[in-house]
């Protein structure tokens, strides 16, 4: 079991702990807008964390 970070289909690297699947999701979204969804073990969303250009952090 871990974390998998999917950015585009066939882009999916999996984490064993949930701050590593975090920390890429934030270095990968450096230079963009979106949003990060954190999802349950069931695949119900959990969290949305929005970011943007005025709110770089994650």
Not at 5 to 20: L, N, R, Y
Not at 26 to 39: L, M, P, T
Request: charge should be negative; charged fraction near 30%; proline fraction near 7%.
């Amino acid at each position: 079991m871990g974390w998998k970070a999917f950015e585009a289909p066939g882009v999916e690297p999996v984490f064993p702990k949930k701050d590593q699947a975090l920390d890429y999701a934030q270095s990968r979204a450096c230079f963009r807008s979106g949003e990060v969804r954190i999802f349950d073990s069931t695949g119900n969303v959990e969290c949305i964390i929005p970011f943007d250009d005025a709110n770089r952090k994650l």
